[in-house]
């Protein structure tokens, strides 16, 4: 069962998201409401678990930015979608900095919507024209300056390899390729995307260019060492 909260100042585009969820097989609305501090507070009352995904809307009303909106969630332990109308670029590259799986278009077909709280759930990013407008134009978003030797080595990490696999591909010690992920990490820290799991470091190539496409249409997620 995935286990889904909905936060959107907007009654109607709740109604209708809490709908469409309920129509699916194996989801489940846990918590519906118009900020997450609401949402917060309803966890820590109910002792409930995180919802697994959030759908979240872009700008609240509560004066709130989307930075501090998107971080306390993914804090919390859930993964988060935006869900936004799109128009506003600078913006949805901020939320993906501070850590969103991706955006869904509030203009996309709800089937769609519901699509994309699938794949989140499954752990994999959520690779779509919302999320590449968001990225396309602005290389200071997507440039974190890595070596050439240092691209290799994520897009085989990033694809899913071990990172003894790794080394033994490009013929370098397991430690070279470690210390290779470490740079790797940092530099993404400095340009203010953070990439503290594989699944992070996977989003990074594809945001990149590194990658074309996600690792799970190779056969599925990204695996561990």
């Known amino acids: ?7 959107d100042d907007h009654e109607s585009v709740r109604l209708g998201l809490e709908a469409a969820c309920a129509r699916e097989p194996g989801m489940d609305v846990v918590f519906s409401g118009s900020n997450v501090t609401e949402y917060l507070d309803w966890r820590a009352f109910s002792a409930s678990s995180p919802a697994d995904v959030v759908v979240l809307d872009l700008t609240l009303g509560d004066g709130t930015t989307v ?3 998107v971080q306390r969630l993914v804090a919390d332990g859930s993964s988060v979608i935006i869900h936004s109308v799109a128009d506003r670029p600078a913006a949805v ?3 993906l900095s501070a850590g969103a799986a991706g955006v869904i278009s509030k203009a996309s077909p709800i089937d769609d919507v519901t699509h994309a709280i699938r794949t989140v759930a499954r752990g994999e990013p959520l690779n779509n024209v919302e999320w590449a407008s968001a990225v396309e134009g602005d290389r ?4 974190a300056q890595l070596s050439v030797r ?3 080595v994520l897009r085989l990490y990033a694809a899913g390899l071990p990172l003894k696999v790794v080394a033994d591909r490009l013929g370098v010690a397991y430690s070279t390729a470690k210390e290779n992920i470490t740079r790797i990490r940092v530099k993404y820290v400095d340009v203010g995307r953070p990439a503290p799991t594989k699944v992070d470091l996977l989003r990074r190539a594809m945001e990149d260019g590194i990658l074309a496409e996600p690792a799970a249409d190779r056969g599925g997620p990204p695996r561990g060492d």
């Open 1 to 7: 069962m995935t286990r889904v909260a909905l936060i």
């Open 140 to 143: 200071d978003f997507a440039d």
């Open 93 to 95: 590259r901020e939320a």
């Open 67 to 69: 930075t501090e909106n």
């Open 150 to 152: 240092e691209r290799e």
